[in-house]
């Protein structure tokens, strides 16, 4: 850095780490408490310093995805370039976000798609069918249908042991991928969004956080 060369007292301060981590701790947002190898502090501090930057200053590039629905976009999920979109025409559509060219679209639901998840190559969604299904992401099979709710699936989070999906019927449901496992009612009133994390659990349910 510049700040070296002005003497050897600031050269020795600008390679201790210990002075770059305090600096990280102060700006950061997001504090990491060990180093990352095979990274030093200085490094850190400089990516965190260049990101932020983007961030604030950086022109957003805006890609249009169109010609994959007839109704409109009701739900959104991506990884990494690959992206998921339901719409309320029943139809779900995968996109390569770096080419932005459609690259498979996934039918079976009938009716509108409410929620749509994406990781790796499985797709889970929720729909107005009262189901939850899961597809290949890549093939746009069907592997499951999940039905047990009575109104339509609003939203839904998986991971590779279950599937939350939560419904206007009032209740959320655990799957197993296939069956159903366990039962969470909500008092009759509608769920609207979820989270979980490990078994931890909070839903939008009307006008409350459960």
């Not at 200085?42 to 604030?56: G, L």
Request: hydrophobic letters at 35%; aromatic letters at 10%.
């Amino acid at each position: 850095s510049r700040a070296a060369v002005v003497c050897r007292e600031w050269s020795r301060l600008s390679k201790d780490d210990r002075l770059w981590f305090a600096l990280h701790k102060r700006t950061s947002y997001l504090v990491l408490k060990q180093l990352p190898p095979p990274y030093s502090w200085k490094e850190i501090f400089r990516f965190n310093k260049v990101r932020d930057s983007k961030w604030r200053f950086a022109k957003p590039t805006v890609v249009t995805l169109d010609g994959g629905h007839s109704g409109a976009v009701t739900s959104l999920d991506f990884q990494g370039d690959r992206l998921i979109s339901g719409s309320d025409d029943g139809s779900m559509q995968v996109w390569d976000l770096e080419s932005g060219k459609r690259l498979n679209p996934i039918n079976g639901h009938s009716g509108a798609v409410w929620c749509v998840k994406l990781q790796d190559e499985t797709v889970v969604s929720g729909s107005y069918d009262k189901t939850v299904k899961k597809w290949n992401a890549r093939t746009g099979n069907c592997l499951a249908t999940m039905r047990g709710h009575t109104s339509w699936v609003s939203c839904l989070q998986f991971d590779e042991a279950k599937i939350i999906s939560g419904s206007w019927d009032g209740s959320l449901r655990v799957w197993n991928h296939e069956n159903p496992v366990n039962l969470i009612p909500s008092r009759g009133l509608s769920v609207f969004c979820l989270h979980y994390v490990d078994s931890s659990l909070v839903a939008g349910v009307d006008s409350v956080v459960r």
